[in-house]
């Protein structure tokens, strides 16, 4: 079975700071793979190395037996990701916000999306703006799954969440964990 995510020496230099260095991994499908660091660690420029946002200075990485450096969209298109502070539209709605993205997704992310709202007890009216933390980390988490993403990649997704919402998000991804592989950038904890 060949990894889901490779790299090979991968190294980011930015001016004054050697943020990656030489960096080794080979994650199999259905693993959980958590990333622990302290602050500044350079775990989230890995992951937007790892999801084609960014070059890294040397190296080598394939996401999904894909190049994030040549095929990124595609990489995108195949992984699930929901970072630290998701870009929700506040004067959205749940259900405003599923149907601004689902074009992007093949036919069926809007149903499972709204599925995923329900199991999560959100109404499907409520502004973006007044929900609370934990349901905004559950619509962007919805997003990111509802597309049946080959590989979910979550950067501090619960970082801000108070410890009760926190055990509820987590646990509210031990079914999708089972059969698919996660990545997880945490804070030093």
Request: with cysteine; glycine share 6%.
């Amino acid at each position: 079975m060949s990894a889901v995510i490779t790299a090979k020496e991968l190294t980011m230099h930015f001016r004054g700071c050697e943020a990656l260095r030489g960096i080794d991994l080979a994650i199999a499908p259905g693993t959980v793979f958590a990333l622990l660091g302290e602050n500044g660690a350079g775990k989230t420029t890995l992951i937007r190395i790892l999801t084609g946002f960014q070059k890294p200075t040397s190296g080598e990485c394939r996401v999904c037996d894909l190049d994030p450096t040549k095929q990124s969209l595609e990489v995108r298109r195949r992984i699930g990701y929901v970072s630290d502070a998701p870009a929700l539209y506040d004067w959205m709605s749940v259900a405003e916000i599923g149907w601004f993205v689902a074009p992007f997704y093949p036919t069926g992310f809007l149903a499972k999306y709204r599925e995923s709202m329900a199991r999560y007890g959100l109404t499907e009216d409520r502004k973006i703006k007044h929900l609370s933390k934990g349901q905004r980390a559950k619509v962007a988490l919805s997003l990111a799954l509802a597309h049946d993403p080959e590989l979910l990649i979550l950067d501090e997704p619960t970082s801000s969440l108070d410890p009760m919402v926190r055990r509820e998000f987590l646990e509210s991804m031990i079914d999708r964990v089972r059969s698919d592989c996660v990545f997880v950038e945490s804070p030093d904890q």
